[in-house]
């Protein structure tokens, strides 16, 4: 019974890990952003939109990215119209950010993140950890293995203390 429970765990992380490595995201700035890059390293992915009332949060998230790369966290933003308050484009949404926030953390393309059309990543968020987006500003924290270690609402401010702790358990 040992040696299949321990065969099952290795099993899911094994799978946690792969599929996490077989995503990729268009970058804003061009190219592709391959969330393989990142494998050993904790990535907080947060689907954000310009017209919310929950974009101030890019400041926190900057203020994050700043305090806590250098120990190797990623933050990636994924713009998404899903809740239809994101700008036309992607230049748009590349321009609002540098002038309102001066972001340098990576970025992709308007991306679907709910429903039919949501980007692979997150049919996957779905069905690993039950989690899709209610709204923007969403935060999900992928461990370094590869696994969902936590997800948080809109209101989860970016350095607030359940996101930074959970953020600093996989820092180096």
């Known amino acids: 019974m040992r040696l299949f429970l321990a ?3 290795l099993c899911c992380a094994t799978l946690a890990q792969a ?3 077989s995503f990729t995201f268009p ?3 061009g190219g592709e952003i391959d969330l393989s890059e990142w494998r050993g390293q904790p990535v907080l992915v947060v689907n954000t939109a310009s017209r919310c009332g929950y974009t101030p949060q ?3 998230l900057q203020m994050l990215y700043d305090t806590y790369r250098d120990r190797g966290l990623v933050v990636l933003a ?3 119209n899903d809740f239809r308050q994101e700008l036309a484009t992607d230049e748009a949404v590349k321009d609002f950010c540098e002038v309102n926030f001066a972001l340098d953390f990576p970025m992709t393309t308007i991306t679907s993140v709910r429903g039919d ?3 692979p990543f997150y049919q996957w968020l779905e069905a690993e950890a039950g989690f899709a987006p209610r709204w923007n500003f969403n935060k999900v924290l992928i461990a370094p293995d590869g696994s969902v270690a936590a997800t948080f609402g809109s209101n989860a401010r970016p350095m607030s203390r359940p996101v930074t702790e959970a953020i600093a358990a996989f820092l180096r």
């Open 7 to 9: 065969s099952l765990l």
């Open 19 to 21: 599929a996490m490595s």
């Open 27 to 29: 970058s804003i700035d």
């Open 58 to 60: 890019y400041d926190g």
């Open 78 to 80: 994924v713009p998404s």
């Open 117 to 119: 059309a949501a980007h």
